[in-house]
């Protein structure tokens, strides 16, 4: 008879095991990563990115892009590398429907897309474009990554097909965490440059927002409270029939398996639609 501590260490060991065999079996369907360098037009240093082409892959066919910012204190290799389950639903996703992976520092470790990691990922759309034939262009991200998906997607919508936002802000004007990166990232703090606070904030420009769109937000997060993308979310669902807002009112910063994997389909469904 088995022990129930025993009993239990197994089934975590089993766990853990699919999970790697998941991983694997994602790493196996896209070319191994490549670490892009390039020139940053905007102050001309060396900016990096991690860019996967699915496995036979042919430069003759259009494809679709996914874009996926990385979260506070990490860097373009979360989404390549991290166990976290939001990283493996993204690119489980992008697999899903054969899309270009791309996933940039943009900037920084701690970013929160600035005016120069806003330049950097035109740069990076822009070229993309110019070396594959890209149709649509997805971006997604989680935490800081979230955050900055509202931001740039409410910045150029003209760029951005479809958007998902996972445990993100949407109020840099009322946010108070991570102050100290936020303003190294903006260029000043919100009393001294609050118009860049509020162009940054996508709660004020839910017109933007007219791609295909889902949010995720935690009711017990206290890391980035969900207040300001739950009253986002409410308002573009009245001018997008394309919004999806999955609100779990008893998890914190996070996001699970099953709703990170269903708030990016649900975009890529909808861009990529025949």
């Not at 996914?66 to 939001?86: C, P, T, V």
């Not at 001018?239 to 914190?252: A, F, M, Q, V, Y």
Request: aromatic share 10%; glycine share 6%.
């Amino acid at each position: 008879m088995i022990h129930k501590r025993h009993y239990m260490a197994l089934i975590c060991s089993l766990a853990l095991a699919l999970f790697h065999t998941f991983l694997t079996h994602a790493a196996e369907k896209y070319q191994a990563p490549q670490d892009i360098s390039f020139t940053a037009t905007i102050d001309d240093s060396t900016q990096k990115y991690i860019l996967m082409l699915p496995e036979g892959f042919d430069s003759n066919k259009h494809h679709s892009l996914m874009i996926a910012l990385h979260g506070h204190g990490s860097d373009r290799w979360q989404f390549i590398n991290s166990k976290y389950l939001e990283c493996k639903a993204a690119c489980d996703v992008a697999i899903k429907y054969n899309m270009i992976f791309v996933s940039p520092d943009y900037r920084a470790k701690t970013s929160w897309m600035g005016p120069k990691a806003e330049a950097d990922v035109v740069q990076i759309i822009t070229d993309l474009k110019k070396a594959y034939q890209i149709d649509n262009v997805i971006l997604v991200g989680a935490s800081m990554g979230g955050s900055s998906s509202l931001t740039f997607s409410a910045l150029h919508p003209d760029l951005i097909h479809g958007v998902a936002s996972l445990n993100g802000t949407a109020n840099h004007l009322s946010y108070e965490k991570f102050q100290e990166a936020i303003q190294s990232s903006f260029g000043g703090t919100k009393q001294e440059i609050p118009e860049e606070y509020k162009r940054r904030s996508a709660e004020y420009w839910p017109e933007q927002f007219t791609m295909p769109i889902a949010f995720t937000t935690g009711g017990k997060d206290t890391v980035v409270p969900p207040d300001s993308v739950s009253r986002l979310a409410a308002i573009v669902a009245k001018l997008n029939k394309h919004s999806l807002h999955i609100h779990r009112p008893e998890t914190g910063h996070t996001t699970s398996y099953e709703d990170s994997y269903a708030a990016y389909d649900y975009v890529c469904k909808i861009v990529l639609a025949p």
